[in-house]
């Protein structure tokens, strides 16, 4: 069975997992309203309520949640990647855009 996670808003880079995911799991990517998006296959574990890459992003992308600038990207990230502190400054802390 496929692990769940949030899509807060269309255009997002990221989705929120709502359980913890394995390397290798397949996760069901839902609107807030329960709509089935997509699934894409999670290359790292991702601790509960931590974002996974919908897309491939470059490292300096811009990254999306919310519908709004959360961060830009420090290295390459790929689909399915953990994205936390490791690969995304946050704007709170200096980028400005």
């Known amino acids: 069975m496929a692990k ?3 899509l807060m808003a269309e255009a997002d ?9 394995c390397a290798g799991d397949t996760v069901a990517v839902e ?3 329960g709509k089935a998006v997509e699934e894409l296959v999670s290359a790292h574990d991702i601790p509960r309520f931590h974002k996974i890459a919908l897309r491939n992003m470059a490292a300096h992308d811009i990254v999306h949640k919310y519908g709004q600038v959360i961060g830009e990207a420090t290295a390459p ?21």
Not at 14 to 21: L, Q
Not at 81 to 89: A, P, Q, R, S
Request: hydrophobic share 40%.
């Open 31 to 33: 609107t807030k309203q």
């Open 13 to 21: 880079d990221v989705a929120t997992v709502i359980e913890a995911v």
């Open 77 to 97: 990230i790929k689909r399915g990647d953990y994205v936390h502190i490791h690969n995304i400054e946050s704007i709170k802390t200096g980028v400005e855009r």
């Open 4 to 6: 769940r996670a949030l």
